[in-house]
């Protein structure tokens, strides 16, 4: 059982680009979270989704979308990745939305 | 607006305790959590609070004051691999996590 996974592990971007995060969890859990970290600050919440074929925006959604098509899968997509979108981002999932979130390993991203 | 606090860094010896502090304001309250995150890794689950008192954990306890909006981590017996950020995070009326940026927690032989 692997948990939560993410890919890439790491990835350097020209601005511009479209770009994809992967995240896939394996516990059956309802609820999943995209978030950033950035040195200095907590985590914030880009977008979550409840149950598989709903999202809703978080704290910081613009310029990232997302998709829940079924419940192991949220993909985190940037349209056109500017420069401030360089941070570590994580994914997470949690059985309800008072339950603990656990975490995958995190894509460190680098938009230049 | 929404807030959590804690302090940026604390320095403490091995074999210690050390406590980490932490408030907060949120619109609506459904639980106090802890994590833990070594550099480089993901947030891990320390404790989960949302009765005032304390939880004892083995080595770690949490203790939750709602009427304050306080909490704190207790680290008893400090070992070298307690090195690392503590995130306190508050769970607000729309069930969605409000994070703190961490304390960094340093631990001297």
């Known amino acids: 059982i692997a948990g939560i996974t993410q890919a890439p592990t790491s990835q350097i971007l020209a601005a511009g680009r479209r770009m994809t995060l992967r995240c896939t969890q394996d516990?059956?859990?309802?609820?999943m979270y995209w978030y950033r970290q950035d040195l200095g600050l907590g985590l914030r919440l880009i977008h979550y989704s409840n149950t598989a074929g709903t999202t809703g925006k978080g704290e910081v959604p613009d310029g990232y979308s997302v998709s829940r098509a079924n419940t192991d899968d949220f993909p985190l997509t940037l349209a056109s990745a500017v420069p401030s979108q360089t941070s570590v981002y994580f994914c997470a999932s949690s059985e309800g939305t008072t339950d603990t979130q656990y975490f995958g390993p995190g894509t460190r991203l680098t938009v230049l | 607006g929404q807030n959590i606090d804690q302090p940026t860094e604390m320095t403490a010896t091995e074999g210690a305790i050390v406590q980490i502090n932490c408030t907060y304001q949120t619109s609506g309250f459904n639980g106090l959590f802890w994590y833990q995150q070594h550099a480089g890794e993901a947030p891990t689950f320390l404790s989960y609070?949302?009765l005032d008192g304390l939880e004892e954990k083995g080595r770690f306890s949490s203790f939750l004051s709602r009427s304050k909006g306080y909490s704190y981590l207790l680290l008893k017996e400090l070992q070298m691999k307690d090195s690392a950020s503590y995130l306190c995070a508050a769970l607000d009326s729309n069930y969605q996590l409000i994070w703190g940026a961490g304390t960094k927690l340093i631990i001297k032989p």
């Open positions: 609070n949302v």
């Open positions: 516990m059956r859990h309802n609820a």
